[in-house]
């Protein structure tokens, strides 16, 4: 990775944003009724003129039909990523707040930030983070004060630009419930694995906005795969502990503290 290349990339995001908008505001400046775009999402929605025509504004698709690479990338929006287990109460929240915490460490009064969030594919919803688990995360430095467990979504998996899953079988539950991601969705394992060789802290281009940067590591990643040897299961899957023995809790943490630094790396800017 070069700063040319970072450089190089964000410019080209950054003229298809402009374009669109100039586009989209071009179309908006023929129609003399025109909706304020809802604080609550940010687009714009379709609405009917008096004489019964439909404004030029209409509302963009569903995330459900919308091509995960013609959205909008908002240059100066933070960057989302979205930590996929099965409860939601033990490996998904320990690797959100614990990789929220490191990244924020990197991050020091930052602007713009990169948001870590969680969900399950079967959410024990409205639950705080299991009570080893959480004991787990303080040891190594996390805090999981406020956390409450949430159901996975299509939605949810559209709105993040990067999807981090705790085994293979949640990153199939992803790809298949939006498969449009699927190049954006990784086992936590395996992103880390990819992204070995990726050092954001020096290679990025200094003040590129986090979004952009984080959808640059994440194509890397997705265009690495094959090019290497996939890990195995074993090295991959981290293990669930709910249920079981401490000591479960604890071979989880260690699982996911062992690839948290090449992810940090690569992420952090």
Avoid at 4 to 29: N, P
Avoid at 32 to 50: E, F, M, V
Avoid at 111 to 124: E, F
Wanted: charged share 20%; proline share 6%; glycine share 8%.
């Amino acid at each position: 990775m070069t700063k040319g290349t970072s450089h190089g990339y964000a410019a080209l995001l950054a003229a298809r944003v402009r374009c669109r908008v100039a586009r989209q505001k071009s179309e908006c400046s023929r129609s003399r009724q025109l909706r304020w775009w809802p604080p609550s999402t940010g687009r714009p929605t379709a609405t009917t003129t008096g004489k019964g025509t439909i404004n030029p504004c209409p509302s963009p698709p569903s995330p459900r039909s919308r091509a995960w690479a013609d959205r909008i990338l908002a240059i100066g929006d933070d960057a989302r990523i979205l930590i996929v287990c099965t409860g939601n109460i033990c490996r998904s929240p320990f690797i959100e707040r614990l990789l929220q915490a490191r990244l924020d460490d990197h991050r020091p009064g930052s602007k713009q930030a990169i948001h870590v969030s969680s969900a399950g594919t079967s959410a024990m919803t409205g639950w705080s983070m299991d009570e080893r688990a959480a004991a787990q995360l303080v040891a190594y430095g996390g805090d999981s004060t406020g956390f409450t467990a949430r159901s996975l979504t299509a939605e949810r998996i559209a709105d993040s630009d990067l999807v981090l899953t705790a085994t293979r079988a949640h990153r199939g539950k992803v790809a298949s419930m939006y498969p449009k991601a699927l190049r954006q969705v990784f086992t936590f394992a395996d992103f880390a694995d990819l992204v070995a060789g990726i050092d954001g802290l020096t290679a990025r281009v200094t003040n590129v906005d986090p979004r952009v940067w984080v959808a640059q590591v994440t194509e890397e990643a997705a265009a690495s795969r094959g090019l290497k040897p996939p890990l195995e299961p074993s090295q991959t899957d981290i293990v669930d502990p709910f249920g079981r023995d401490d000591e479960v809790f604890a071979t989880m943490a260690q699982q996911v503290v062992a690839s948290m630094p090449a992810v940090v790396r690569a992420l952090a800017g």
